[in-house]
């Protein structure tokens, strides 16, 4: 049986990547290793917990001696690496543990690999997770192509394009087999709500003010969650080695035109008078660094390999809204304890 790693599989993007790995491919084992941080929950996964080919570890990508003990103890095949800090303003409050992460974490992950892997590297997989924010800021015109020169702009995407570059570096001077991809906004079900769709339907559900930030002008490229695991998925089998892929959905929206759009989704779902949840937009403080647009030119990934995403905006809105409405227990346990001391230092 194959057995491939699956780093931050308790996170948003890493639980779907999970689901689909281990329902996609019930020959392979998967091990779902992750800190289980705040952003971190085995809730995630309770339809596939029990299933025969999945196994959960804690643990700490930053720890080298624990995650070299994981290597020499399961032998892997491949890695999906997902675990990260992700949150840009966390970034700018605490760059320190973005650098930890997503810098030494990685690095941790590649030694590990390269020690087992060293004398014979074929049909073996780093694959490493990553974000079009590496490319720093868009001006109105343009989109993010796979040969962009990389140009990050928060502790966040620093941190990310110095993952990418060590992943890179690894490739070219020890030969490790590795594909990067680099990905537009995701939204969808068990999105922690401190992103900006989660944040704000959850705010909507409980009439709270919905902070955009400076004039709301910000634009960002926007992909369904499970599309994303998708193309992951079609990548870590069908890319070539060394190769890099930008996967976005070809769906550019203004921050204030996805919220006045997400508030008249919810006045409908929640019955309220048209109109209503517009009253909650609050134009706050910007974000400082606050990168202009985001755009992903996603042809190289189309063309090669064939992939687009499945659902268009309005029908993946209305999926991640029907979900956060019919699961707003996983909604409460998310937002007790850290999470209101979080909201208070970032907003209040
Ligand atoms: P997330 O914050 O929801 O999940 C991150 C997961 O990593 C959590 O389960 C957390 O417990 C785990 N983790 C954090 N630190 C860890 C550590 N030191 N050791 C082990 N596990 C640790 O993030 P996400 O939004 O699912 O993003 C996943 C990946 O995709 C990240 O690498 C991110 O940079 C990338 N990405 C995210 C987006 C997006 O829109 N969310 C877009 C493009 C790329
Ligand atoms: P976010 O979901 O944090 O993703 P990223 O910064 O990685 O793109 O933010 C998306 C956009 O929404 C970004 O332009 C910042 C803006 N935003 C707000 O206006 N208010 C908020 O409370 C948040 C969290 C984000």
Request: a negative charge; hydrophobic letters at 35%; aromatic letters at 12%.
């Amino acid at each position: 049986m194959k057995k491939i790693l699956i780093t931050g599989g308790a996170g948003f993007i890493g639980s779907h990547v999970v689901r689909r790995f281990v329902t996609q491919y019930p020959e392979t084992t998967i091990v779902n290793l992750d800190a289980l941080t705040y952003a971190g929950n085995l809730n995630n996964l309770t339809d596939i917990e029990d299933a025969a080919n999945y196994t959960f570890v804690k643990g700490d990508i930053t720890d080298s001696t624990f995650v070299n003990q994981l290597f020499k103890e399961h032998h892997f095949d491949g890695v999906v690496h997902l675990a990260a800090e992700s949150h840009v303003d966390r970034s700018i409050t605490d760059p320190v543990s973005f650098v930890m992460t997503n810098v030494i974490g990685t690095v941790n992950l590649l030694n590990s690999f390269k020690e087992l892997w060293k004398a014979d590297f074929t049909n073996k997989r780093f694959y490493h997770v990553s974000t079009d924010e590496v490319y720093g800021t868009l001006g109105e015109t343009g989109l993010f192509k796979e040969t962009t020169s990389y140009d990050p702009n928060s502790p966040y995407s620093a941190s990310k394009a110095s993952s990418d570059h060590f992943v890179r570096a690894y490739g070219e001077t020890y030969g490790l087999p590795y594909v990067i991809s680099n990905c537009s906004n995701n939204y969808g079900p068990h999105h922690f709500p401190e992103k900006l769709i989660p944040l704000f339907i959850n705010n909507i559900i409980h009439n709270k003010p919905l902070p955009v930030y400076g004039d709301g002008n910000y634009t960002r490229d926007w992909l369904y969650v499970i599309d994303h695991a998708i193309a992951i998925d079609l990548a870590f089998h069908k890319a070539e080695n060394a190769a890099t892929y930008n996967i976005g959905g070809f769906n550019e929206w203004k921050n204030i035109d996805l919220v006045k759009l997400l508030c008249k989704m919810m006045d409908e779902k929640l019955g309220r008078d048209a109109g209503t949840s517009e009253k909650l937009i609050t134009y706050v403080t910007d974000r400082p660094g606050h990168d202009l647009r985001y755009a992903i030119d996603a042809s190289k990934i189309n063309q090669e390999l064939g992939w687009k995403p499945t659902v268009t905006f309005e029908q993946g809105l209305e999926k991640t809204i029907d979900w956060y409405l019919n699961n707003d227990e996983w909604l409460e346990q998310v937002t007790s304890g850290a999470y209101q001391d979080y909201y208070k230092k970032q907003y209040e």
